[in-house]
């Protein structure tokens, strides 16, 4: 009887991991995984929210025409709205901040919508981690 507990656990376990790895994005993969995300719609996620962040998927990997090469920060900065919109798990909000301040370009971005997104409250410490990086770096680029 044990066998057979233990035997469904790990079988409901691995097709219940299998059957969402397609929805999933991984930091090493995020690009190419972001081409086959499809949104799903939380209980605690509105309609209004759940179609608008579809739309900001939709037209973001349209933008994106199946090339990773055609990534910027304005992408990733869409994903990130979309994926707050979703209320998808802190960890894929960090994965897609992380990508996108990896980025020449983020820091405009990060400094003056601070106030403006909803996203920070989510990861407050990492993005004021940035923001005070990407404030350094403009105060030494102003002193040059």
Not at 12 to 18: A, E, R
Not at 45 to 62: G, P
Not at 100 to 118: P, Q, R, T
């Amino acid at each position: 009887m044990k066998f057979i507990f233990t035997f469904l656990f790990v079988f409901t376990y691995i097709t219940t991991s299998f059957s969402q790895e397609s929805n999933t994005l991984s930091f090493t993969n995020f690009e190419t995984d972001f081409f086959t995300y499809k949104p799903e719609q939380k209980k605690s996620v509105t309609d209004d929210h759940f179609s608008f962040a579809k739309y900001v998927i939709s037209e973001t990997k349209k933008s994106l025409n199946n090339d990773v090469s055609n990534y910027n920060v304005i992408h990733y900065w869409n994903i990130l709205t979309a994926l707050d919109m979703l209320k998808v798990d802190k960890s894929t909000i960090i994965l897609a901040f992380q990508k996108m301040a990896d980025l020449e370009g983020s820091c405009k971005y990060i400094v003056n919508y601070k106030n403006k997104i909803s996203f920070y409250k989510t990861i407050t410490a990492m993005y004021d981690h940035y923001y005070s990086q990407c404030k350094k770096r403009d105060s030494l680029v102003g002193t040059n």
